[in-house]
T-cell receptor, first 119, second 111 residues
Framework: SAVISQKPSRDICQRGTSLTIQCQVD?????MFWYRQQPGQSLTLIAT?????????ESGFVIDKFPISRPNLTFSTLTVSNMSPEDSSIYLC????????????????FGPGTRLTVT | QKEVEQNSGPLSVPEGAIASLNCTYS??????FFWYRQYSGKSPELIMS????GDKEDGRFTAQLNKASQYVSLLIRDSQPSDSATYLC???????????FGTGTRLTVIP
């Protein structure tokens, strides 16, 4: 499966500021995804990012708050804008890759995550 | 409303026992189902995928899918303390690889 890295691994930010999270993959992938995992909660999909097109946002997430870039097939960024303490969360990128089994469809693999704390 | 439900646990089993984790989903048209393992402070790790009704085995792990009952489960045989983690059920309910996750079941394997 693809090897995924994220930067930064963690950050502490002041409210009202913005943070850009980078996601790098070691191979070309068509679809990349951004998730949020709030403390003690499960994962929630923020948006899907395809190269060459606008990101598709899930209900409850808007581009002004979470702008996403996808300049090529190995890289994406997620910006958390005008942060508040409620944005404190782990942000994860994932990529779609073809599974290895005989009946496999595309599977998602996650990066290590970015732990964001907003004070 | 698209939902994926899991028993949050915690589920405790003795070392060597079978751990059984369950998940139900609301969208009858769902086609792809996944189990992820997440250790504390780490990101989710894919351990099983299943697409057809029945059982799928991979080492000590068996995934079971019943689309008629909208039910997917994960069995872990010969449970080890290293299996202690939160197990997340994920369902692709749109066919676009947009995964909906359950809240996870925390498993503790007692030595």
């Amino acid at each position: 499966s693809a090897v995924i890295s994220q930067k930064p691994s963690r950050d502490i930010c002041q409210r009202g500021t913005s943070l850009t999270i980078q996601c790098q993959v070691d191979s070309q992938v068509t679809m990349m995804f951004w998730y949020r995992q709030q403390p003690g909660q499960s994962l929630t999909l923020i948006a899907t990012a395809n190269q060459g097109s606008e990101a598709t946002y899930e209900s409850g997430f808007v581009i002004d708050k979470f702008p996403i870039s996808r300049p090529n097939l190995t890289f994406s960024t997620l910006t958390v804008s005008n942060m508040s303490p409620e944005d404190s969360s782990i942000y994860l990128c994932s990529v779609e890759d073809l599974g290895s089994g005989s009946e496999s469809d595309y599977e998602q693999y996650f990066g290590p995550g970015t732990r964001l704390t907003v004070t | 409303q698209k939902e994926v439900e899991q028993n949050s646990g915690p589920l405790s089993v003795p070392e060597g026992a079978i751990a059984s984790l369950n998940c139900t989903y609301s969208d009858r048209g769902s086609q792809s189902f996944f189990w992820y393992r997440q250790y504390s402070g780490k990101s989710p790790e894919l351990i099983m995928s299943i697409y057809s009704n029945g059982d799928k085995e991979d080492g000590r792990f068996t995934a079971q899918l019943n689309k008629a009952s909208q039910y997917v489960s994960l069995l872990i045989r010969d449970s080890q303390p290293s299996d202690s983690a939160t197990y997340l059920c994920a369902v692709d309910q749109t066919g676009a690889n947009n995964l909906f996750f359950g809240t996870g079941t925390r498993l503790t394997v007692i030595p």
